[in-house]
Nanobody, 121 residues
Framework: QLQAYGGGLVQAGGSLRLSCVAS????????VAWFRQAPGKERDFVAA????????FYADSVKGRFTVSRDNAKNTVYLRMNSLKPEDTAVYYC????????????????WGQGTQVTVSS
């Protein structure tokens, strides 16, 4: 089971850190990704970190502003979001998969419940 939290309301230019916590499984073996979905839009890939922890991938829209990291001892993956923009407003989801990482959400077997991020202008 995955649980994402840490969302909230922030002004443009501000920062937030999202956490994705796994229970009931060894998270260190999983590739973990963050996706987001804005109202009326499709779910988009944001970032991913492979199970070894050193390789990360980002959507072009967040590259240089967002950082994904993991703490396997805490069974947690983080998404640090800096320089937030109003267009970053969305529900953010974490997802995990044992076999590989992907920019396509259909590849992930496990999903968190989502956390709302709202960036005001």
């Amino acid at each position: 089971q995955l649980q994402a939290y840490g969302g909230g309301l922030v002004q443009a230019g501000g920062s937030l850190r999202l956490s994705c916590v796994a229970s009931g499984r060894t998270f260190s073996s999983y590739n973990v990704a963050w996706f987001r979905q804005a109202p009326g839009k499709e779910r988009d890939f944001v970032a991913a970190i492979v199970w070894r922890g050193s390789t990360t991938f980002y959507a072009d829209s967040v590259k240089g502003r967002f950082t994904v990291s993991r703490d396997n001892a805490k069974n947690t993956v983080y998404l640090r979001m800096n320089s937030l923009k109003p267009e970053d407003t969305a529900v953010y989801y974490c997802a995990a998969d044992l076999s590989s990482w992907s920019r396509d959400g259909i590849s992930y077997d496990h999903w968190g419940q989502g956390t709302q991020v709202t960036v005001s202008s």
